[in-house]
């Protein structure tokens, strides 16, 4: 390959200018120096997170499991894949397999399971890709090895939830051993379940030049593959995929530019899954960079709101001036989905670091309520980080997700809220490398509750009301029009310390007796509805 192009756009014109529109759709960009002043400004806003014990669910002394994804479905079961080697030892053909685990809500991880031993029991499998439709039926590809210039191809399988079983696994690429497994792959479902998968770094038209394909299944059978970056010399890598509204999902990749051989732009376009197309691509404004940097990457997140049809592009982006500190940054983007225009957040998350050499990863989740959370590792100081989100407030002090201190590795972390808005996070660590050999990675898990920003909808949710909040001995709960026969109080950890069960149907107010409870935060839940109250 001529011409690596390993590295997240590093949008330096993006930062000085922000966008509006024109009348012809054309895009404009201002100076925003009033902006920049702000960033300098501002105080991060707080954050407050109760997290849960850190949970190791690849649980492979002396081996390395890495690259894990997960996906949750929607009665808040967890599902992982990671990759996960040493499975020589244990009687397999192979030494590296795809591993999967799932954690039903309440309950602990199931122990890891073999997934691509039918079909695939001799090839060292590597990166793989997770999804879980409506059903609760999992989905996932992996890549798996083509024996040739260390190149694999793409491999699907199901989990059925109906049959508990997997399907066999089939090779659903068509280009032979032409994919590199440099970045994470991209699978998202149509609105009935049929999957669209999306890789870059594909080499099939020229050894010497990286493309982004994509296959979908139309509910019978498998497409073929789908070049997608454009049939010319320019590489193209490091696609990433999100479902939106419409049944459509949005694609964003990065490029070389024409004619300017050092430069790279991101690129976006669309896929629609009622009559399984492509859109165009085209370049999101002012994307273009001539700097290269090792591991840079982005994310997409679809935030709709009750005004806004908003979806969030998070990348990083650096200042590495010859005197002065090294800075990494985190910029958002919102991307009207509506009117097809971009623009600038006025707010950034900056890191000093003492080397421009550190993989950048992050990863996106929105809750219930839209509000993002940019979960990342921070390769400089050695763990996984948290910070929420909000155009109105721009970005909460990182707080770590991770509790060891400069182990965690440059895999990308996972995160996805669950059904109670927990935050979820899967993430690789080195704490147990023993430096004799491979490097000994383990795939943790951990979960969380945004106290400070009430991700659990308290003040949001008019389907009933608490009062008075805070409380000491009595609360009374007025249900609106609800009507429901338990009453649940949950603690920050989800887990249930008071049940009443009405004699009959409630269906306008009672008083609960709250005195036995400890000081803290707590949850009242009438069916799927919650609210938070604060027992003093």
């Not at 976006?268 to 591991?295: C, E, H, M, V, W």
């Not at 920050?492 to 803290?520: A, F, H, N, P, Y």
């Amino acid at each position: 390959m001529k011409y690596s192009i390993f590295l997240l756009i590093t949008v330096f014109t993006i930062n000085l200018f922000a966008q509006t529109k024109l009348e012809n759709g054309e895009q404009i960009y201002f100076s925003k120096a009033a902006e920049k002043q702000i960033h300098q400004n501002r105080s991060l806003t707080s954050l407050n997170y109760s997290w849960g014990a850190e949970i190791n669910i690849s649980n492979h002394e002396g081996e390395d499991s890495r690259y894990p994804r997960m996906a949750i479905g929607n009665d808040g079961t967890a599902y992982c894949v990671f990759t996960d080697r040493g499975y020589q030892s244990l009687g397999y053909a192979a030494n590296q397999k795809i591993v999967f685990t799932k954690k039903i809500a309440g309950q602990d991880w199931t122990a890891s399971e073999v997934i691509d031993e039918n079909g695939y029991p001799s090839k060292n499998n590597s990166i793989s890709a997770i999804a879980v439709d409506d059903n609760n039926n999992v989905h996932v590809v992996f890549l798996s090895w083509a024996f040739e210039n260390f190149r694999h191809v793409m491999v699907y399988t199901m989990y059925s939830n109906m049959l508990q079983t997997w399907s066999t696994p089939v090779e659903i690429s068509t280009g032979g051993g032409s994919i590199y497994d440099t970045h994470p792959i991209q699978i998202v479902l149509s609105d009935t379940g049929n999957p669209l998968v999306i890789w870059g770094e594909d080499n099939r038209i020229d050894e010497d030049v990286e493309k982004v394909y994509g296959t979908y299944f139309d509910g019978s059978t498998w497409s073929e593959d789908v070049l997608i970056s454009g049939n010319d010399t320019l590489e193209a890598v490091q696609p990433v995929v999100e479902k939106i509204d419409g049944n459509r999902a949005m694609i964003v990749y990065k490029k070389q530019v024409e004619n300017e051989a050092d430069s790279l732009q991101l690129e976006y376009g669309f896929f629609d899954f009622d009559d399984n197309t492509f859109s165009n691509f085209n370049a999101i404004p002012n994307t273009k960079t001539t700097t290269n940097l090792l591991g840079y990457n982005y994310d997409l997140a679809y935030a709709p709101t009750a005004t806004e049809n908003n979806l969030y592009l998070a990348y990083w982006t650096h200042e590495y001036p010859v005197v002065g500190d090294l800075t990494d940054k985190v910029n958002i983007v919102n991307y009207g989905i509506n009117d097809d225009t971009f623009s600038l957040s006025g707010y950034e998350l900056s890191f000093t670091v003492n080397t421009y050499l550190y993989k950048k990863t992050l990863n996106l989740a929105c809750n219930s309520e839209s509000e993002l959370s940019v979960v990342y590792n921070n390769i400089q100081t050695g763990v996984t980080e948290v910070s929420n989100y909000s155009n109105t407030n721009g970005f909460s002090t990182p707080e770590s997700v991770s509790t060891d201190p400069s182990t965690v590795s440059g895999n990308y972390p996972s995160a996805q809220f669950n059904p109670d808005d927990k935050l979820c996070v899967v993430f690789t660590d080195e704490r147990n490398d023993t430096g004799s050999g491979y490097i000994e990675r383990d795939v943790f898990y951990r979960e969380g509750t945004d106290i400070s920003t009430n991700i659990k909808k308290s003040t949001t949710n008019n389907s009933f009301s608490i009062y008075p909040n805070p409380a000491n001995n009595q609360l009374t709960i007025d249900n609106g029009q609800l009507t429901i026969k338990n009453i649940q109080i949950l603690d920050v950890t989800g887990k249930v310390v008071k049940q009443i069960v009405m004699s009959s149907e409630l269906k306008t107010s009672t008083r609960i007796q709250i005195k036995d409870l400890e000081k803290g935060v707590y949850f009242v839940k009438l069916g799927n509805h919650t609210h938070k109250f604060i027992k003093q």
